[in-house]
């Protein structure tokens, strides 16, 4: 299929450790965003591309999330010293240009710190 | 105060029933509007735009109120398969895209 995909599906790590989390958004779509979603709650904006630049990140939470997307495709959500609130799954979204503005979600990132 | 407020739910309702959800929003530099749909553990995807003339599509209508800074989205004759997690979200400004999801709100529909 030609949706978004992001790996890994499952990531369980101990607190402390660095983790990354990959997203291939669909080919053509220029907007690239990374949600964080915990049980109950919609999901929270982190920051969104607009290429390779990154157009808003006021939803990073504190100085370990970091996130590229060096090529304006694939993008890398990057969390340093992992803690145990930052277990939750993280959602990838593209979006084409000129669009209405619809987000097509991947099936996200499971991330369980210990 | 969040940028987008829903309606905490959940809503458990029977079939056939008529079921409202609301949402506001804070950002008068909102742009666009959207009603997300979420199954459980599934990610979340698009179920309608919201224009202020108000849209509809089948059983759903969403309606925008921009001097209200308000948002609907009508369910008639609600079935099983509505059973969902309602999400509202706001595209904030004409420059950039960022988006923002409410907390949503959960339907149960009940045989």
């Known amino acids: 299929g030609a949706g978004v995909s992001q790996t890994p599906s499952n990531k369980v790590t101990e607190k402390g450790k660095y983790v990354e989390l990959r997203c291939d958004p669909i080919?053509?779509?220029?907007?690239l965003y990374w949600y964080r979603q915990s049980l109950g709650q919609g999901p929270e904006f982190l920051i969104y591309f607009q290429g390779t630049g990154a157009a808003d990140d006021s939803g990073l939470p504190n100085d370990r999330f970091f996130a590229v997307r060096p090529e304006g495709s694939v993008s890398t959500l990057k969390i340093q010293r992992t803690e145990r609130g930052d277990s939750a799954v993280y959602l990838c979204?593209?979006?084409?240009?000129?669009?209405?503005?619809?987000?097509?979600f991947g099936e996200g990132s499971r991330l369980t710190v210990l | 105060r969040k940028e987008v407020e829903q309606d905490p739910g959940p809503f458990n309702v029977p079939e056939g029933a008529t079921v409202a959800f609301n949402c506001t929003y804070s950002?008068?530099?909102?742009?666009?509007f959207f009603w997300y749909r979420q199954d459980c553990r599934k990610e979340p995807k698009l179920l309608m735009s919201v224009y202020s003339s108000g849209n509809e599509d089948g059983r759903f209508t969403a309606q925008l109120n921009r001097a209200s800074q308000y948002i609907s989205l009508l369910i008639r004759d609600s079935k099983l398969s509505d059973s969902a997690t309602y999400l509202c979200v706001v595209r904030i400004g004409t420059g950039g895209f960022k988006t923002i999801f409410g907390a949503g709100t959960r339907l149960f529909v009940k045989a």
């Open positions: 080919s053509g779509h220029t907007a």
């Open positions: 979204a593209s979006s084409p240009p000129g669009g209405a503005g619809e987000l097509f």
């Open positions: 950002n008068s530099a909102s742009q666009s």
